[in-house]
């Protein structure tokens, strides 16, 4: 007979309360069983020592007869120093699932694609701050030229005005 040292739940809804028991493998959880060894309320501290309660000679007995701790019980004999309990390592479980993952890698693309605009974008602006600097000269002359074409419009302007101006005293005189 396979025998496993487990939990037996009792108590109401939401109120969970555990019998640590020695029962046959294939018994049901609540089920028949061999002998209870401890107790284990996860309502109460973790610091709390009647949290779990358990009788170490009948555990020891039970471990050396072949019994198979569960998971939880394990945890309950390791803190207890009756039975050695090896560490676990998932490296998979901390691991971000597919759509996380593609979030990340647009994430990091937006991301490239903004260092890359800023990086263009501060080229720029050397680039148009060095410019002048060689270009001042150049830019005197379009100056003037603009200065010679606001004049123009200017003499222009005024060549209209006095256009009018014969215009209405032609009316007025005829």
Do not use: C
């Not at 039975?83 to 971000?96: C, F, I, L, Q």
């Not at 410019?131 to 150049?138: D, T, V, Y």
């Amino acid at each position: 007979m396979a025998v496993a040292i487990r939990l037996a739940r009792g108590g109401a809804k939401k109120r969970p309360y555990y019998r640590i028991v020695v029962a046959d493998s294939r018994a049901s959880r609540d089920g028949k069983y061999l002998e209870q060894i401890g107790t284990y309320n996860p309502l109460l501290a973790k610091d709390d020592d009647k949290r779990v309660t358990l009788n170490e000679d009948r555990a020891k007995y039970w471990l050396g007869v072949g019994a198979k701790p569960s998971d939880r019980v394990l945890r309950f004999l390791d803190a207890a120093g009756i039975m050695e309990r090896a560490a676990r390592n998932n490296p998979k479980k901390g691991e971000p699932g597919e759509a996380a993952k593609e979030r990340a890698e647009e994430k990091a693309a937006k991301e490239a694609e903004a260092e890359e605009a800023k990086k263009a974008a501060d080229e720029e602006a050397k680039a148009a701050s060095e410019a002048p600097k060689e270009e001042a000269p150049a830019e005197e002359a379009p100056a003037e030229e603009a200065a010679a074409e606001e004049g123009a419009a200017a003499e222009a302007a005024e060549t209209a005005d006095e256009a009018k101006e014969e215009a209405s005293e032609d009316k007025a005189e005829g």
